[in-house]
């Protein structure tokens, strides 16, 4: 597991790729941010905005929204995307439809997408 010195601040991706990760990107043939696309990163802060959206897909379930403000960093924030089933129990999921749970702690651990916005795969919720 890497070191928040590694991972970037409090598990965001920083953007700067040493000399060993473009030696690796060269080797596997695709570009540095490509690579940083692919690779997990944690969002852990607190939540600022959130919302329900209805299905982007015909088979697809609601979409939670959530935006935060990263510990440490409050003024950078992240929004992170989230599938209504990654929520805990149907009471968060009112709770984030109703903004009633702005300030919450959240750790949101998933992937960064082009958009700049992180598609998660893991949400941990805290009252």
Do not use: Y
Request: net charge negative; aromatic share 4%.
């Amino acid at each position: 597991m890497m070191h928040d010195e590694e991972s970037g601040i409090n598990g965001m991706d920083r953007g700067v790729a040493s000399s060993a990760e473009r030696a690796v990107a060269d080797v596997l043939g695709c570009t540095e941010e490509e690579r940083r696309m692919e690779s997990d990163l944690m969002v852990n802060g607190a939540i600022i905005d959130s919302w329900v959206e209805s299905p982007r897909e015909v088979d697809g379930g609601p979409m939670v929204v959530l935006q935060v403000a990263p510990r440490g960093r409050p003024r950078d924030l992240v929004i992170v995307e989230a599938e209504a089933s990654l929520v805990p129990d149907r009471v968060w999921l009112e709770d984030l439809s109703e903004n009633i749970c702005h300030g919450s702690p959240v750790q949101a651990f998933g992937r960064r997408m082009l958009n700049g916005f992180v598609a998660a795969t893991r949400l941990q919720l805290i009252r």
